[in-house]
């Protein structure tokens, strides 16, 4: 009815193994249905492996990421061979289901319900430059045959990962690792007709090869490097660029506070002279009303001119 409902990418946990060192790897989980799916991942070796976030739901033809981290490791293990196994369960949800509502329940088979099972192996490789990484680990990290080979029991297997899967599974691990091997050795001198100049060349184009690979993982690190400096300069440089801005900023409001300023001293020295001129009038105004108290000089000569003469007819 459903067919697949999630595309899963990539389709292993590949993780890059160092002592005593974690490792995380990030898979993505793509809704292909026009329904809302909800995902739950178990693990074989739950104490060595953390999953962020374990379950969830997606949205009609959106996707979802989560993390698996290896905790670490004292050493790794033999012919970095790892058995632990990931189950990653879907099956359909109502629209108004949330990340709480899920539970183990609801990808139970027991009631006819679709559960699409996706098996997941992991693959340890050896890091860029180490000289743990030789042609057979490449040969194990890079053959999706593994992978791909339980696809059927991915839809309509059992819930749980069998031991006789895992036994299978591991044979032919074992298997092509000797084959890797012979192939290696046919690859130098194959049918045994090679001379010995042919097969020293052999040699030094292998090795080449082999030292190309690095030289190439170690220029992937430099260039991953160089791109977190870059980003760090830029952020330097944006949070410098919104510092002078706020410096900017709060110079502006200062001239504006000193131009307020200057005018109120302004405004303030007109009002005291215009104060000063009104004090100097009213001072003047009340100097001159000080003269007019007197007698004026004309009306004293005519009074003591007439005192005169009534004196002179009184006494005659």
């Known amino acids: 009815m459903y067919s697949d409902l999630v595309e899963i990418a990539p389709r292993e946990l590949k993780f890059i193994f160092e002592p005593k060192k974690q490792s995380s790897c990030t898979i993505r989980l793509i809704n292909k249905s026009q329904n809302h799916v909800a995902f739950k991942v178990k693990t074989t070796s739950p104490k060595k492996y953390c999953v962020r976030p374990n379950t969830g739901f997606i949205k009609p033809r959106a996707s979802c990421d989560f993390t698996v981290t290896m905790q670490a490791q004292k050493a790794p293990p033999p012919d970095m061979a790892c058995k632990d196994k990931f189950l990653v369960q879907c099956t359909v949800v109502t629209e108004e289901t949330v990340e709480e509502d899920i539970t183990s329940a609801m990808f139970s088979k027991d ?7 996706n098996k997941m192996r992991v693959i340890l490789v050896s890091p860029p430059g180490s000289p743990v990484l030789s042609p057979i680990n490449v040969g194990h990290s890079d053959l999706p045959s593994y992978i791909d080979s339980p696809r059927e029991d991915q839809v309509h297997g059992n819930e749980n990962i069998s031991s006789h899967q895992e036994g299978d599974v591991n044979g032919v691990h074992n298997h092509n690792g000797r084959y890797q091997e012979s192939l290696t050795r046919d690859q130098v001198n194959p049918l045994n007709q090679n001379t010995p100049k042919e097969l020293d060349e052999n040699v030094k184009e ?19 490097r160089k791109h977190d400096e870059e980003m760090d300069l830029v952020k330097d440089v944006a949070s410098m660029k919104s510092k002078i801005i706020e410096l900017e900023r709060k110079l502006s ?33 009340k100097g001159g009303r000080k003269v007019r108290v007197g007698f004026p000089l004309l009306y004293v000569v005519t009074v003591a001119f ?11």
Do not use: C, P, W
């Not at 007439?306 to 005659?316: D, E, K, P, R």
């Open 306 to 316: 007439i005192s005169m003469v009534f004196g002179y007819l009184l006494h005659y």
């Open 253 to 285: 409001e200062a001239k504006d506070t000193i131009s307020r300023l200057t005018e109120e001293r302004k405004s303030t020295a007109q009002e005291r002279e215009s104060l000063q001129r009104e004090l100097v009038m009213l001072t003047s105004k």
């Open 206 to 224: 292998f090795r080449k090869e082999n030292a190309d690979m690095q030289m190439e993982g170690k220029h992937a690190q430099l260039e991953t």
């Open 111 to 117: 009631d006819g319900k679709y559960v699409q099972e």
